[in-house]
T-cell receptor, first 116, second 113 residues
Framework: GAVVSQHPSWVICKSGTSVKIECRSL??????MFWYRQFPKQSLMLMAT?????????EQGVEKDKFLINHASLTLSTLTVTSAHPEDSSFYIC????????????FGPGTRLLVL | QQQVKQSPQSLIVQKGGIPIINCAYE??????FPWYQQFPGKGPALLIA?????SEKKEGRFTISFNKSAKQFSLHIMDSQPGDSATYFC????????????FGTGTRLTIIP
């Protein structure tokens, strides 16, 4: 199956700093990637849809200036949490759709962010 | 109309039993229904998926039953093992790579030896 990687797998940062999370599709080209956040014992909450070469589409209530998404290539999307605060601490997960209009979304292993 | 309701919230089954997790949706435009398995600290992994043109799909020990008229679908795990203990999410979407998944709330499954 298709493989999606994320880096880093976990990160601890001080309040006020910015953190960048990378999402890569390793063996396929993904025109669309999705970013989710997940709080403990809760479901996945879609934050934004990232399309290669265009601006991301953010879900209602998600601050686009705080969660910067860049999808510069067909295999890489990045999420930058700017001026992170403790309430941004969460599990961030990306997924990628296989090309050709296929329906399957493959998920990365997630990135645990802890803001002190 | 975008909701996917999942039940139960948690489930404990003895090894060898058949846990059943149910989901219901409202949006009739949904035409792709995957199930994901998630272990603690990991990303979700696709288990099995079904389209509404079939009523059942089986892959190994995992079976999806689909009832289009009732707008319900369920996951059955045959001969369950302790290693199946995880959180399971149903989801739904319309076909097309750009379309987003709508997730259920998750079921925490525990298989006891």
């Amino acid at each position: 199956g298709a493989v999606v990687s994320q880096h880093p797998s976990w990160v601890i940062c001080k309040s006020g700093t910015s953190v960048k999370i990378e999402c890569r599709s390793l063996d396929f080209q993904a025109t669309t990637m999705f970013w989710y956040r997940q709080f403990p014992k809760q479901s996945l909450m879609l934050m934004a849809t990232s399309n290669e070469g265009s601006k991301a589409t953010y879900e209602q209530g998600v601050e686009k200036d705080k969660f910067l998404i860049n999808h510069a290539s067909l295999t890489l999307s990045t999420l930058t949490v700017t001026s992170a605060h403790p309430e941004d601490s969460s599990f961030y997960i990306c997924s990628a759709s296989t090309p050709g209009g296929q329906e399957t979304q493959y998920f990365g292993p997630g990135t645990r962010l802890l803001v002190l | 109309q975008q909701q996917v309701k999942q039940s139960p919230q948690s489930l404990i089954v003895q090894k060898g039993g058949i846990p059943i997790i149910n989901c219901a949706y409202e949006n009739t435009a949904f035409d792709y229904f995957p199930w994901y398995q998630q272990f603690p600290g990991k990303g979700p992994a696709l288990l099995i998926a079904i389209r509404p043109d079939v009523s059942e799909k089986k892959e190994g020990r995992f079976t999806i039953s689909f009832n289009k008229s009732a707008k319900q679908f369920s996951l059955h795990i045959m001969d369950s093992q302790p290693g199946d203990s995880a959180t399971y999410f149903c989801a739904a979407k319309t076909l097309g790579g750009n379309e987003k998944l709508t997730f259920g709330t998750g079921t925490r499954l525990t298989i006891i030896p």
